[in-house]
């Protein structure tokens, strides 16, 4: 029942700037953490920034003092802004949570979005 939507990619010149949205519903007992992953053309998925509940956001070296993650509890929703894009910030970003449900018994599970595709060149 757990989805996650992301949106807010597309095509950018290197500098501009993009801010992404994952908004998580159905099921939903409670969100921990929450986070972003990015994956490039032959290269591994690497986590960009996750943040907990009540904050302490985390990052990649590479995007450390140009990305900000945000959360909105009530919404159940992170963001991602992204300054001073670069060409090597070019992936699909996926949005993921740790979610806790109840369908008859207690689970946490780690749901996904569906991937948004940042595009950045000149």
């Known amino acids: 029942q757990v989805q996650l939507v992301e949106s807010g990619g597309g095509l950018v010149q290197p500098g501009g700037s993009l801010r992404l949205s994952c908004a998580a519903s159905g099921g939903i007992f409670s969100i921990n953490a929450m986070g972003w992953y990015r994956q490039a053309p032959g290269k591994e998925r690497e986590l960009v920034a996750d943040?907990?509940?009540?904050?302490?956001?985390n990052y990649a070296d590479s995007v450390k003092g140009r990305f900000t993650i945000t959360r909105d509890n009530v919404k159940n929703t992170v963001y991602l802004q992204m300054d001073s894009l670069k060409p090597e910030d070019t992936a699909v970003y996926y949005c993921?949570?740790?979610?806790?449900?109840?369908?008859?018994?207690?689970?946490?599970?780690?749901?996904w979005g569906q991937g948004t595709q940042v595009t950045v060149s000149s």
């Open positions: 993921y949570a740790v979610v806790e449900t109840w369908s008859g018994t207690y689970d946490s599970s780690d749901y």
């Open positions: 943040i907990a509940s009540i904050g302490s956001p």
